[in-house]
Structure formats: structure tokens, C-alpha cells
């Protein structure tokens, strides 16, 4: 049986001291596996962006296990756990982030380059996932010539240009409008599954969230199945 692409274990953080102490999770456990999607829905300040930032390995948890296909990186070094992000995990951001002054090829191709690709592999890795993802005839523009549904595919065609094993989306689509934020989902979700990667989606809309394998909360300190 294969290993779940990512797995929490007991993962404890808190912030503050003393009676300003605050547990955001306790105890806390989640498994995603393999063309796996999991909705996160929870009030602000419940914790969601913490979670990702422990799953995707920009935070240590203060107690417990967080293991990213198999490998636990409870005592990595800083560079360890560097290089495991850089080659493992894709992040999409409610705000785009594509850098202005470069196409939507050229913004795909980027992290491969940095991670040893040949130019040729590169484009051709790009061109293909725009085209998934529905944008390849704006391959060419700048994010400044693209919509904000085509500025967010590239971004998810970005975040997903090393074959990521863990995808982590946070609000993805909060800064679109219904329809858009629909055809944005939709290809975010085909691509998951056509890529085999777990991804861990923050998300305030309900109607997105049920279309997830399944939906957790944070609820305590733990990190619970809810029906929406």
C-alpha cells in the first residue's frame, strides 16, 4: 500500500505565552493521499493558513509529526526541508503572484529552470499544462494582458510545473467572481487528479468545497470531518 502524500500526526502549534496563549492546533492529524482533494472550511483566525504553512513545511509545528511522502521532516535542517519543499509541494495563493514582466510560458518555465530543466523541457511542460488548464492561446501575454481567471490558471499551471506530490491552495478563487471562480475550481480539480498530486484547499465557498473528496474543519485545536 502506497504512502499517503502528506500526513500530520499529533501536530501541536500554539502562539503567545502565558495567559495570551493561544493553541490553534492540538493535537491535530490529517492524511491526504494521491489525487486526493480536501476542502478546509473554518472561520478566520480558526487556523487554515497555519495548517497550510505547517503542511507545506513554511512552519514547524511545536510538537508532533508532519510527513511529506513518507519522509518526516520533524528534525530536518532548514535546507533539508528547503529542498523537500522545492521539489514536493506546490503552493496557489488567493493573489496570483505571477512577476509582471514575463509571459505566461515564461512564468510557468521559471521554477523548472531553476530546478535543472533544459529550456526545450521546460516550454514544453508549460505549453502543456496551459493547455490543460485551458490558456495555452494566452501563452504569449503578460499577466497584465490576462483576465483574472487566466492570471489564477497560470498560477495553478506554475504551481504545478515540477510535478508536485502535495498541492496547497489557499483561497484560490477568493478574488474571482462566481463563474470564474467555478471554471478556476474545475480546472484546479482536473489537474489534481490528472496529476496524482493531495491537495489541501482553504476556501470559504461552501458550493467549491462540496465538490472535495471531503471536507475537514478546525475545530479545538483538531482537525475534524465536516458536512457542509
Known sequence: MSKPHLKLTKV?????????????????????KGGELVAIVAPSGAGKSTLLHISGLLERPQGG????VGVGTTGMSERGRTMLRRN??????????LLPEFTATENVSMPQLIAGKSQKEADERSHYLLAMLGVDHRSAHRP?????????????????????????????TGNLDPATSDL???????????????ALIATHNHELAKRADRIVTIRNGLIEPIEL
Open 12 to 32: 501541536h502549534r500554539h502562539f503567545g505565552e502565558g495567559d495570551k496563549l493561544v493553541h490553534v492546533l492540538e493535537a491535530a492529524d490529517l492524511t491526504v
Open 65 to 68: 509529526e508532519v510527513e511529506i
Open 88 to 97: 514536493t509541494i506546490g503552493y496557489v495563493y488567493q493573489f496570483h503572484h
Open 144 to 172: 497584465a494582458q490576462l483576465s483574472g481567471g487566466e492570471q489564477q490558471r497560470v498560477a495553478i499551471a506554475r504551481a504545478a510545473a515540477n510535478h508536485p506530490r502535495v498541492i496547497l491552495a489557499d483561497e484560490p
Open 184 to 198: 478556476v475550481f474545475e480546472a484546479l480539480t482536473q489537474l489534481i487528479r490528472d496529476e496524482g498530486a493531495a
